[in-house]
């Protein structure tokens, strides 16, 4: 591992980046929307996770722009979908209604592989409740699967114009499981999917874990979640017995190769520690007594008011608390005075008293967590903005707050 970089702060040693001249030639890359029927990647996946090695390669953005590729292997995929099928109601019949591409869709794909049954794909346009349930009828397996991100899920059961289609509802309820990732699921939310008998399980993970690897916040048997605290030296190794707020890892089986021909990037996140190849992520979170994960929000979501240090994460869960809020965002814009201004963007029911709402969250901020919690800035949208991958499009976000009385 000498030849590459290893930054001697971190722990344990660095992961070999993958390196595109050596990837099988049946490797299955997936670097933009997949044109025509995304079930015609089934065959190429099928023989891909025949043999090890690298089987998929997934481009992504990130949070913070920089395209990146990462590198999944056939035993990764493999150890993410067997322990899938452990954490629920074993193989069974996927329904795509996420886009191949990414992670989450692509996933749908290989877990089928796994399960050796067909996925059904749903109508590349834009997401419907009729059109899910006209996909979930063309299911014929006994035990049904299906991930959606949290936009779906309230497209279903919590429509912003129009009460929701009774269809979709039954088949969403007809699900063994429906995992929700890629953003926060709101408390109301999943609240009104238990009111409808809908089999909830939410996910935490992302490209470099194939996908969810944290389901109902305990970890699946193939990985191990650890935290190295706030404060702590960055070359102190994670540690799942901790107990304090830090950063959070996540090692073991299903954790990625790497980033492909990205040396500097890979040896900053994957680190082997102990025999286990770690992946060092850019959340905050803490392991409960009972070591199921908390996740707090990301490590740039911390805003610096007037000196002061608060989690835009704990503040968009306060938010998200209140039944009139629908979708919830709390970003840091720049302010003359404080240097940063907590903002909040929110999307709120029908008939919502707009100040008496800001007035209210305001003085329940306040009280949960302090003075300088409480966003100095507001905006009201009817949707919030989102990326095609379910999460909030932040750029999208604070343009909105770009204006002479921010």
């Not at 019949?93 to 089928?112: E, T």
């Not at 740039?300 to 008011?305: A, K, L, Q, S």
Request: proline share 9%.
């Amino acid at each position: 591992m000498s030849d590459y970089p290893n930054d001697p702060a971190l722990p344990g040693e660095p992961v070999p980046a993958p390196e595109a001249r050596a990837l099988p030639s049946d490797v299955v890359t997936l670097d933009g929307p997949v044109p025509g029927d995304p079930l015609e990647l089934v065959p190429r996946l099928t023989a891909a996770l025949s043999r090890p090695g690298p089987a998929v390669v997934v481009a992504t953005s990130g949070s913070t722009g920089r395209p990146k590729k990462t590198v999944l292997s056939t035993q990764a995929l493999t150890a993410s979908g067997r322990a899938t099928e452990r954490a629920t109601t074993g193989p069974g019949q996927w329904l795509l209604c996420l886009p191949a591409h990414y992670v989450a869709g692509i996933q749908v794909l290989a877990r089928s592989v796994l399960a050796g049954t067909r996925p059904v794909a749903m109508p590349t346009e834009h997401f419907t409740p009729a059109a899910f349930a006209d996909a979930a009828q063309r299911l014929t397996h006994p035990v049904r699967y299906v991930s959606v991100v949290p936009t779906q899920l309230q497209r279903i059961l919590d429509p912003r114009d129009g009460a929701p289609d009774p269809r979709a509802v039954a088949a969403l309820a007809r699900f063994d499981a429906v995992l929700v990732g890629g953003s926060a699921l709101y408390p109301d939310l999943a609240a009104r999917a238990a009111d409808e008998g809908v089999h909830v399980v939410r996910t935490y993970g992302m490209s470099e874990t194939c996908g969810g690897c944290v389901y109902d916040d305990a970890a699946l048997d193939a990985v191990t979640a650890g935290i190295v605290p706030d404060g702590a030296p960055s070359s102190a190794v994670p540690d799942p017995n901790e107990r304090r707020e830090g950063r959070i890892w996540l090692g073991g089986a299903a954790v990625a190769d790497g980033y492909l021909d990205d040396p500097a990037q890979t040896a900053d996140h994957f680190r082997v520690i102990g025999g286990v190849r770690w992946y060092r992520t850019d959340d905050l979170g803490v392991l409960r007594e009972d070591g199921t994960l908390r996740v707090l929000g990301r490590t740039d979501d911390v805003i610096n008011t007037g000196g002061v240090k608060v989690s835009a994460g704990l503040v968009a869960a306060e938010l998200q608390r209140d039944e009139r809020v629908r979708q919830a965002l709390v970003l840091a814009v720049p302010h003359p005075e404080w240097g940063q201004a907590v903002a909040a963007l929110i999307a709120l029911r029908e008939g919502s008293d707009l100040n008496a709402v800001e007035r209210e969250l305001s003085s329940a901020i306040r009280d949960g967590l302090g003075a300088p919690a409480v966003p100095k800035l507001w905006r009201h949208v009817a949707q919030l903005p989102m990326l095609a991958t379910g999460k909030p499009d932040r750029r999208s976000a604070e343009a909105l707050f770009a204006s002479p009385d921010v």
